[in-house]
T-cell receptor, first 115, second 111 residues
């Protein structure tokens, strides 16, 4: 079974802090994704990566950056956390081969609160 | 821009009933459609993926269908159980494997 592990289930940070959310997958997947999920807005794509050191903006990249130094690890960075970034963050991964027909596998999520 | 809609937002049925969850999308140029389950406070579990060339996929008591021409997908759950209670999300894949999600249907199965 595919395992996508997010380093923290719950995280509380203060406004202005630099925040790192970590995601690791164990299935040698090329693609990795970061989403946020908010009531009434659903899941929205922040960034994705299809290879080491490659990244693409999703629908809501403002205020975020990402890092992919190793294939199995994809980090989401909040450069200067703000209260409107309080949310549930979900990481996902998938195989690249015939990408569009590969399911995405999700981690358990990190519930981030910015005070 | 693709829009994915799931109606109703919430559904409550007695245990043992068969039920259908609906998903509609505005752009029929999708590559596939994926159904997920989400338990409260948890991540998403992939249930079924239907490729654009397929009409349906089955896994146990679950059957998902896809009609691209009408922009609809359905998830059929047979003989529902209390353990099926969760939020069910559908998502279409456009280019570059970008998923576009519906808002979900919160399903409650009453014992």
């Amino acid at each position: 079974d595919v395992k996508v592990t997010q380093s923290s289930r719950y995280l509380v940070k203060r406004t202005g802090e630099k925040v790192f959310l970590e995601c690791v997958q164990d299935m040698d997947h090329e693609n990795m994704f970061w989403y946020r999920q908010d009531p009434g807005l659903g899941l929205r794509l922040i960034y994705f990566s299809y290879d080491v050191k490659m990244k693409e903006k999703g629908d809501i990249p403002e205020g975020y950056s990402v890092s992919r130094e190793k294939k199995e690890r994809f980090s989401l960075i909040l450069e200067s956390a703000s209260t409107n970034q309080t949310s549930m963050y979900l990481c996902a991964s998938s195989l690249l081969g015939n990408s569009r027909n590969q399911p995405q596998h999700f981690g358990d999520g990190t519930r981030l609160s910015i005070l | 821009k693709q829009e994915v809609t799931q109606i109703p937002a919430a559904l409550s049925v007695p245990e043992g009933e068969n039920l259908v969850l609906n998903c509609s999308f505005t752009d029929s140029a999708i590559y596939n459609l994926q159904w997920f389950r989400q338990d409260p406070g948890k991540g998403l579990t992939s249930l079924l993926l239907i490729q654009s060339s397929q009409r349906e996929q089955t896994s146990g008591r679950l059957n998902a269908s896809l009609d691209k021409s009408s922009g609809r997908s359905t998830l059929y759950i047979a003989a529902s159980q209390p353990g099926d209670s969760a939020t069910y999300l559908c998502a279409s894949i456009q280019g570059a494997q970008k998923l576009v999600f519906g808002q979900g249907t919160r399903l409650t199965i009453n014992p």
